[in-house]
């Protein structure tokens, strides 16, 4: 009889923390090579690596698996963390067909929500059961598609007819469709947290790329649409307002203490044969009570700006992968190498993976899974009863 998955060796073993990312975007956007890149930078070293059971190879249990939907796990360490990643590549979104897409697309979030909950509702529940709600999605933008959007938004503005096409012109907001990339974005924004990320960053010049990013930051701002709403910054920055606030007033008041003992001193060096009046202590601030720390419920080292969101240079994000012979390579850096020089993709100055890494798989992680967990929450009361009597 198999002891693997008995009830005290699981209690012994301490499996590592589920992370689930969902890559999405038009077709040849550049996705797949996005989480093959992914896959690399982010897994462990050889000396590190340990050799799993199969079990551990295969997604989590779900009795709605999806065919448009491959996932592909590993474990990663990330401030001494263990962290059990789950990338899910989707199929290559369409614009002719994205309503039925995204229709699916938003079933296999709710499913993978569905199956945690049921298995959470379980008294007893089954040994080795991952959590799988989609923390985080990639959405990819295509430069030459945002170009080709900029450029249909220019001539409808210029041509009274339109865009000079049969049929229905194309409604562009800024850089982004509206009824393709802003319809993806609004069906999945009560489901998980999407963020945008232009790929590609090797084809295209530094200043179109910062164009691009303006444009797409724009779009979102005229389309009503905060991608990283879930992660709370406006309640940081007024709680940042209100620490500064805070501690001027101390100094302030510790200012008021110290005049008032000067001037005392004074009236005694003045007249020091008269006595001296009684203070009344009950007036008196302690100091020791005056600094009062306020908790902030999340704090970002280096990504933290008195900026709104789609200011400060969160997103959109640019990224290049590297070609897959450089990926499999033994001997030179990861990248693209031209004949006029080499895109590096660790390198700040040619794209932002390395901001993008840190902040979703790093500072960002603990707050996208209670963020998946605050916006699926969706499901009615009856619903829940439901399934309760369901699974009891």
């Known amino acids: ?20 990312v969902l890559i999405i975007g038009a077709r040849n956007s550049g996705k797949t090579s996005f989480l093959n890149f992914l896959k690399t930078s982010l897994a462990l070293p050889p000396r590190k690596q340990v050799h799993k059971l199969l079990d551990d190879d295969t997604p989590p249990s779900s009795a709605r ?59 007893v529940r089954a040994p080795g059961v991952r959590d799988t709600h989609i923390h985080c999605v990639f959405l990819i933008l295509d430069p030459v598609r945002l170009d080709t959007n900029i450029n249909a938004a220019q001539q409808g503005a210029n041509s009274p007819f339109g865009n000079g096409h049969l049929g229905k012109p194309p409604r562009i907001v800024g850089a982004l469709d509206e009824d393709f990339d802003i319809q993806v974005l ?77 001037d005392s001193r004074h009236e005694e060096d003045d007249d020091s044969a008269a006595p001296s009046p009684k203070t009344d202590s009950s007036n008196v601030v302690p100091t020791s009570n005056m600094a009062r720390p306020i908790s902030h419920k999340r704090q970002f080292s280096s990504l933290s700006t008195p900026d709104s969101p789609l200011d400060n240079g969160y997103i959109p994000w640019s990224i290049l992968s590297p070609d897959n012979y450089s990926l499999d390579s033994e001997k030179g850096p990861v990248g693209r190498q031209f004949p006029w020089g080499f895109a590096d993709p660790y390198n700040p100055g040619h794209c932002d993976f390395v901001k993008l890494k840190d902040a979703v798989f790093g500072e960002w992680r603990s707050e996208l899974r209670e963020a998946s967990r605050e916006i699926v929450s969706f499901i009615p009361d009856a619903l829940a009863s439901v399934l309760t009597v369901l699974v009891l």
Do not use: C
């Open 1 to 20: 009889m198999s002891t693997l998955n008995s009830p005290r060796r699981v209690r012994r073993r301490k499996d590592p923390t589920p992370y689930n």
């Open 186 to 262: 609004r069906g999945l924004q009560d489901k998980t947290t999407v963020i945008p990320v232009i790929s590609k960053a090797d084809t295209i010049t530094t200043a179109h790329m910062d164009f691009l990013k303006s444009k797409v930051s724009q779009s979102l701002k005229m389309a009503g649409l905060d991608p990283l709403q879930a992660l709370n910054f406006e309640d940081d920055e007024l709680d940042i307002d209100k620490l500064d606030e805070q501690e001027e007033e101390e100094e302030a008041a510790h200012n008021d203490v110290e005049d008032d003992s000067e």
């Open 65 to 123: 698996a999806n065919p448009n939907f491959v996932h592909h796990y590993q474990e990663i360490e990330v401030d001494n963390e263990r962290i059990g990643l789950t990338l899910w590549d989707s199929q290559g979104l369409d614009k002719g067909i994205v309503d039925l897409q995204l229709r699916d697309m938003s079933n296999f979030v709710e499913s993978k929500f569905d199956d945690t909950f049921v298995e959470e509702m379980k008294v």
